[in-house]
C-alpha cells in the first residue's frame, strides 16, 4: 500500500493460512485466558483492597465516573437493560466475527492483527496475576455501587456473578477486573474497523464502539475507569510487541525442518544438465524426423540414399562433364 502501515498491524504471511490451523490456535489462546482468570483468583482481601485503592486514587484525580454513571444506569432501565446486553455478548462476538472477516477478506493483515490480540491478552492475563482486583459492583454497599446485572438479571441469560450464563458463576474469576480486557478487545475492533473498514459507516462503528464500551463498563459497575485505561495500555504494549512476536515465530518455523520436502532432481553420475541424461548425438547425426523429412525430396528427384544431392550452378556443369 502507499502509505506506510502502524507496525504490527500489517504483515505478509510467509505461508498460506488455513482456517483449521488458525481456529484451534485461537481457541486456545481463548482457552488459555478463561483457564488463567479462573484459577488465578488471588486473595478475596487484597483484591477489595486493590479495589479501594484505585476507587481512591480517581477520586483524588476526580476521575471517579463510575458513580453517578452507576446510579443513571439504575434508575433509568431503558439505558441499564441494553447496557446489560451489551456486556454480556457483543466482546464474544464482535471480536471473533472480525477475525473472521479478517482472515476471509484482508488475508494479508490477519495475521498480524490475530498477534496483536493474542499478545495483548495474555498481557492482560498477567495483570489479573499480579493484580487481582475487585469491582465496584462486588464492594460494600456503603459505597453506593449497584449491580445491575443482578438488578436485571430477569431479562437476560446471566444471574448476579459478572456476565456468565445462570449457575456458571463459579466459572470465571470475578476479581479479574484490572486491567479492563472489554475495553482492551474494543479498542481492537475499533482499530481494525477503522483501518480496514472501507466505508464512513465502518469507521464511525470503529469510534463508537470502543467509546460506548468504556461508559457500559462503568456505568454497570463491572470495572473503573483506570481499569479502562489499563486495557488500552496492554493493547498498546501488545501492538509494540506485536512485530518482535511475528519475527520469533518466524525464527521458529525456519528452524522446524518441512514436513514433505521436494524430492531433489538426480543427474547422471557426470552430472550432465542435459536434458538426455549423458545421451547425445553426433555432430553429423540427425533425428528419425530430420532423416524422414529428406529422404523424401531425393527420391522424388531419382537420387538414391547414398546419393550425394545434384550439384547447381558452375558445380552442376563441372559434375556434368565426362571425366578426361
Same mark, same amino acid.
Given at each position: ?108 493483515? *490477519? ?42 438479571? $430477569? ?59 468504556? +461508559? +457500559? %463498563? ?37 528452524? %522446524?525442518?518441512?514436513? *514433505?520436502?521436494?524430492?531433489? %532432481? ?5 552430472? $550432465? ?8 548425438? $553426433? ?18 528427384? &531419382?537420387? &538414391? ?20
Amino acid at each position: 500500500m502507499p502509505h506506510t502501515e502502524t507496525p504490527g498491524t500489517e504483515g505478509t504471511p510467509a505461508t498460506r493460512l488455513r482456517w483449521w490451523t488458525e481456529l484451534p490456535l485461537i481457541l486456545l489462546v481463548y482457552a488459555c485466558y478463561s483457564a488463567g482468570r479462573l484459577l488465578v483468583r488471588g486473595d478475596v482481601t487484597d483484591a477489595v483492597n486493590h479495589g479501594l485503592a484505585i476507587l481512591r486514587i480517581e477520586q483524588a484525580l476526580y476521575l471517579n465516573a463510575e458513580y453517578p454513571l452507576n446510579r443513571l444506569f439504575t434508575r433509568e432501565p431503558w439505558l441499564g437493560i441494553p447496557a446489560d446486553f451489551w456486556y454480556a455478548s457483543l466482546h464474544y462476538l464482535v471480536t471473533p466475527a472480525l477475525l473472521v472477516w479478517l482472515f476471509r477478506s484482508r488475508a494479508v493483515r *490477519f495475521r498480524a492483527a490475530r498477534t496483536w490480540l493474542m499478545t495483548s491478552t495474555f498481557i492482560g492475563l498477567i495483570g489479573f496475576t499480579l493484580l487481582p482486583t475487585c469491582p465496584p459492583r462486588l464492594l460494600d454497599a456503603s459505597h453506593g455501587f449497584v449491580d445491575t446485572m443482578a438488578q436485571y438479571s $430477569s431479562y437476560g441469560w446471566w444471574a448476579g456473578e459478572a456476565s456468565a450464563p445462570r449457575g456458571l458463576g463459579g466459572l470465571t474469576n470475578q476479581y479479574a477486573a484490572m486491567p479492563s480486557l472489554h475495553v482492551g478487545w474494543a479498542l481492537w475492533c475499533g482499530v481494525i474497523l477503522w483501518r480496514h473498514g472501507g466505508t464512513r459507516l465502518a469507521r464511525i462503528a470503529g469510534v463508537i464502539y470502543p467509546l460506548v464500551t468504556v +461508559v +457500559v %463498563v462503568m456505568g454497570t459497575a463491572n470495572h473503573y475507569f483506570l481499569d479502562a485505561v489499563a486495557g488500552a495500555a496492554v493493547m498498546g504494549a501488545g501492538l509494540l510487541l506485536t512485530p518482535v512476536v511475528l519475527r520469533t515465530t518466524d525464527r521458529v518455523k525456519a528452524l %522446524v525442518p518441512p514436513r *514433505f520436502a521436494p524430492a531433489p %532432481v538426480t543427474s547422471s553420475a557426470s552430472g $550432465s544438465p542435459i536434458v538426455s541424461d549423458g545421451c547425445q548425438t $553426433s555432430a553429423g547425426e540427425q533425428f528419425p524426423g530430420q532423416r524422414q523429412q529428406q529422404l523424401e525430396p531425393r527420391l522424388a528427384s &531419382g537420387t &538414391g540414399p547414398g546419393d550425394s544431392p545434384p550439384a547447381r550452378g558452375e558445380d552442376a556443369e563441372t559434375a556434368a562433364a565426362p571425366a578426361r
